[in-house]
T-cell receptor, first 113, second 112 residues
Framework: GAGVSQSPRYKVAKRGQDVALRCDPI?????LFWYQQALGQGPEFLTY????????KSGLPSDRFFAERPEGSVSTLKIQRTQQEDSAVYLC???????????FGQGTRLTVV | KQEVTQIPAALSVPEGENLVLNCSFT??????LQWFRQDPGKGLTSLLL?????REQTSGRLNASLDKSSGRSTLYIAASQPGDSATYLC???????????FGTGTRLQVTL
């Protein structure tokens, strides 16, 4: 595709619900990243994939967060038993390979009520 | 752990002015540094990427410099326009996962 695409753009979840956020990276991009951006803050790293391999998940805040990229293209970030503190914008980025320019999607704004 | 500071936090200038945004980072072992802009409610748009071996990079009215050893980068915007109003974020890339570390950004407003 022309750019990184994320869906849904907005998600409202009741506390305790599970949510799944989707990221379609730029075609052919090997590297894929997820970031979390709280209101008024810069994005913070969550996890990194090289093709289908999750090489770094050190930024995931708890074991309720899980990410996958089974075929090395589309990625899904899943949050189980959502809490109010999970409310944030979740950004996906892709790059052709390591150490090259990163391109971000529009993000998914998650609100937990 | 990499930490990024951006000064000033907010800036308001009249149209036509040249301006400089500052970024400092604590870990100089970076692969590169990217500058982004973020419009309200939107994702990040990449502006410039400077490799660690480079001193500066230019794109149109934008010029970014990098002093890796002192942990500093600046973004120079020439002849500012109202359309430049946005939050500007710098992000050095470090570590085996090439993760980007962001500051809280500089919120720029260019007035008519």
């Amino acid at each position: 595709g022309a750019g990184v695409s994320q869906s849904p753009r907005y998600k409202v979840a009741k506390r305790g619900q599970d949510v799944a956020l989707r990221c379609d990276p730029i075609s052919g991009h090997v590297s894929l990243f997820w970031y979390q951006q709280a209101l008024g803050q810069g994005p913070e790293f969550l996890t990194y994939f090289q093709n289908e391999a999750q090489l770094d998940k050190s930024g995931l805040p708890s074991d309720r967060f899980f990410a996958e990229r089974p075929e090395g293209s589309v990625s899904t970030l899943k949050i189980q038993r959502t809490q109010q503190e999970d409310s944030a914008v979740y950004l996906c980025a892709s790059s052709l390979r390591l150490n090259t320019e990163a391109f971000f999607g529009q993000g998914t704004r998650l609100t937990v009520v | 752990k990499q930490e990024v500071t951006q000064i000033p936090a907010a800036l308001s200038v009249p149209e036509g002015e040249n301006l400089v945004l500052n970024c400092s980072f604590t870990d100089s072992a970076i692969y590169n540094l990217q500058w982004f802009r973020q419009d309200p409610g939107k994702g990040l748009t990449s502006l410039l990427l400077i490799q660690s071996s480079q001193r500066e990079q230019t794109s149109g009215r934008l010029n970014a410099s990098l002093d890796k050893s002192s942990g500093r980068s600046t973004l120079y915007i020439a002849a500012s326009q109202p359309g430049d109003s946005a939050t500007y974020l710098c992000a050095p890339e470090t570590g085996t996962a090439s993760k980007l570390t962001f500051g809280t950004g500089t919120r720029l407003q260019v007035t008519l």
